[in-house]
């Protein structure tokens, strides 16, 4: 059975620490990025496109070695280092404009995995109102500041994710969380779709009490509407302070991929068509009014992530208020 899946394998080929800092691991070819394996295997790379043997092999070795990938133990993980990622500081958000790093006073922020990251921001950014910025990164994992190579073979421990600034005054958490949750399938362990590993396990990392209430009561709720167990790691962001940090900002070229001339329209998720139910329903005790939905139905009526990941070829703007 031929198993096609979208990126090479770092099959134990790591690069080393200084290509972090090397434009090779800051470059993206016209079709799609290129990972420390596209380099050591350019046969893999044809005519712009990657024939992508060393992911398939990995892949099957994976099926024939235990099936499901396990999350590596903290002590076993790779040692990262202390340098921030490059070119990050002073970034601005290609669509929306905003520094990504910056958190205006007032704003809060989420952290979140649900498959990969490219279509996880894409669909938090065309949310109508309240978004400051987005940005890609690496998250729950124990090596601090790690390398797209260094994560993608798993012995990081970081799963890819995404970083939201918002406006608590002009969009709900619970509208970021029920999108988090309708844009992928919470329920398929370690991986999304044909991307298998620990690197695209479903999570969401909290800042705060009201923030844990939430994303747990509608895990919750929503489980039950599945009929099926969800696997989604929820997490204290505190947790990983002795890691170094709950995020680690990925590199630039990953940034607002989606949205960029020639990008490959690649997403793995697999939004499962259920609605989360009403947050009526489900909304934790004394938070009913101060989180209540910013966003009304008729918006996810119209604009619901659909099944087969209709966010990569929708417009790159933000969906315009009232335009449902």
Not at 284 to 292: F, V
Not at 307 to 315: E, I, K, L, M
């Amino acid at each position: 059975m031929m198993i096609l899946f979208r990126r090479s394998l770092c099959i134990g080929l790591l690069a080393p620490a200084s290509a972090f800092f090397t434009s090779r691991s800051l470059s993206l070819t016209a079709f799609d990025k290129r990972t420390s394996s596209a380099a050591i295997f350019p046969s893999s790379i044809k005519d712009g496109k990657k024939s992508q043997p060393m992911r398939m092999i990995g892949n099957m070795l994976d099926l024939f070695g235990g099936g499901e990938p396990k999350l590596i133990d903290p002590e076993k993980a790779l040692p990262g280092r202390s340098q921030k990622m490059p070119n990050i500081d002073g970034l601005k958000h290609y669509i929306l404009g905003n520094d990504i790093k910056e958190v205006p006073e007032g704003y809060k922020v989420a952290v979140f995995a649900n498959g990969c990251f490219w279509g996880s921001e894409k669909g938090i950014w065309r949310l109508p109102q309240g978004i400051h910025s987005t940005s890609i990164g690496y998250c729950g994992g124990f090596s601090p500041n790690p390398t797209y190579e260094e994560a993608c073979s798993g012995k990081t421990g970081h799963t890819e994710g995404v970083r939201v600034v918002y406006n608590p005054e002009k969009i709900s958490f619970v509208d970021i969380l029920r999108w988090f949750w309708e844009a992928h399938d919470p329920c398929s362990g370690m991986g999304q779709g044909n991307d298998r590993g620990s690197q695209y396990r479903s999570g969401f990392y909290y800042f705060d009490d009201e923030q844990k209430q939430l994303i747990e009561a509608s895990k919750n709720a929503y489980e039950k509407q599945l009929g099926k167990t969800i696997t989604t790691e929820v997490a204290s962001a505190d947790d990983y302070e002795q890691y170094g940090g709950i995020w680690f900002y990925a590199e630039k070229y990953h940034q607002q991929y989606l949205a960029k001339p020639d990008s490959r329209p690649y997403c793995s998720a697999q939004p499962q068509g259920v609605s989360v139910p009403p947050f009526e329903d489900w909304a934790p005790e004394g938070l009913k009014e101060k989180h209540a939905p910013t966003l009304p139905e008729a918006f996810w009526d119209k604009h619901a992530p659909r099944r087969g990941c209709s966010v990569v070829n929708a417009s790159n703007e933000p969906i315009a208020p009232g335009a449902w």
